[in-house]
């Protein structure tokens, strides 16, 4: 029996390309190995469990890193600031801790898992939070900080009108941007201060929404080599941002793809890789390409990939995207998640 060798390892992943169309000798899927620059093979990195771990209950929504600690969140009508730390790691005494901020004094803990965080930025060693104690119907926004002598965590209820409540924000040039309510502009809070949104000749906003199509929205932000990058469904525009906001302005639109899934966006080594309609997408390549096309990262991923529409969570009174994504950067890697249960339409 004739042997066969493998010489082509670069198809390993381009599970959308028939196998009939691949070169001669190239295998087209692996199973736990990542194909490296080059060509050559590696054995995926193995994880094990935390000595000790944790389990979130119903209350808690989320789970994001800042300042040495992990970090989850939680609003709802009752009188009580619940844990405030815990050690999830006996090996290393990795802490999390329990970002809470309560709405009433009555209430019951039945119905803390109607609670929802709609988003965060990251502020110092804490975070800009957005929360809802009751699936979306009111808001409230608040600035959380850590005390990393007790580990104990206290927030501030921002109280300005001005903020925008979709949580689709992100943090740059010492402030917080945020999409608008309506996905028609993107807010910034005053510089240095993200409980003012106000502040005349330094809060303000970006008027996205005359460059692009009527009926569009702005869906997610992210930060791309110094600018602020503005995500439709069908378009990215990059803005110049600065402390002075008369100096904010308009650099480039990237036209024909974009993202509606804000949590998908990911800072990965100087690139910013997203989810798009068609597959995961990087902005370098877009940037320096006329058109994205199969040369970008990741081609359509038949099996995950659906329309933006059908993945989606409720959340703040309607259907939201609900994809999520995180840069494994020790393996140079994009991973990206969506939950097992669909709202779809």
């Known amino acids: ?3 066969v060798t493998f010489d082509r390892f670069d198809g390993g992943l381009l599970l959308a390309r028939p196998s009939s169309v691949a070169p001669a000798n190239s295998l087209r899927k692996l199973i736990n190995m990542d194909v490296q620059p080059g060509g050559w093979l590696r054995s995926r990195p193995k994880w094990k469990p935390a000595v000790g771990g944790f389990t979130l209950g119903q209350q808690w929504k989320g789970l994001e890193s800042n300042a040495g600690y992990l970090w989850t969140f939680s609003c709802w009508d009752v009188a009580s600031t619940g844990f405030t730390s815990e050690v999830v790691n006996l090996d290393t005494g990795d802490r999390i801790v329990y970002a809470f901020i309560s709405t009433g004094t009555g209430g019951n803990f039945a119905e803390a898992g109607r ?6 930025a ?3 060693n804490g975070f800009l939070a957005v929360l809802s104690p009751d699936d979306g119907a009111t808001t409230h926004a608040a600035v959380f900080a850590v005390n990393t002598n007790t580990h104990v965590v206290t927030g501030t209820p921002v109280s300005d009108v001005n ?3 979709s949580g689709i924000m992100v943090t740059a040039a010492g402030r917080v941007f945020a999409v608008s ?7 910034f809070c005053k510089v240095g201060d993200p409980a003012d949104w106000t502040a005349a000749g330094n809060a303000g906003f970006l008027p996205v929404s005359q460059h692009f199509a009527s009926g569009q929205r702005a869906y997610a932000l992210g930060q791309y080599q110094g600018k602020l990058a503005v995500f439709t469904d069908q378009s990215i525009q990059l803005w110049t941002i600065d402390p002075d906001p008369t100096a904010m302005a308009l650099d480039r639109v990237v036209d024909g793809v974009g993202t509606r899934h804000h949590s998908s966006i990911v800072s990965l080594y100087g690139d910013l890789l997203f989810l798009s309609e068609s597959g995961v997408r990087s902005l370098t390549t877009l940037t320096n390409a006329a058109f994205p096309t199969d040369v970008d990262v990741g081609l359509p991923i038949k099996q995950f990939t659906k329309s933006p529409a059908n993945l989606t969570r409720f959340s703040n009174g309607g259907l939201q995207p609900s994809v999520i994504a995180l840069a ?6 994009y991973w990206v998640s969506a939950p097992g249960r669909w709202q779809e339409g």
Do not use: E, I, S
């Open 163 to 165: 903020m925008p409540k």
């Open 122 to 124: 990251r502020w110092n």
């Open 181 to 187: 309510d309506d996905g028609q502009t993107v807010r």
């Open 1 to 3: 029996m004739a042997d």
């Open 115 to 120: 609670a929802r965080l709609l988003g965060v």
């Open 328 to 333: 494994a950067t020790p393996m140079a890697q």
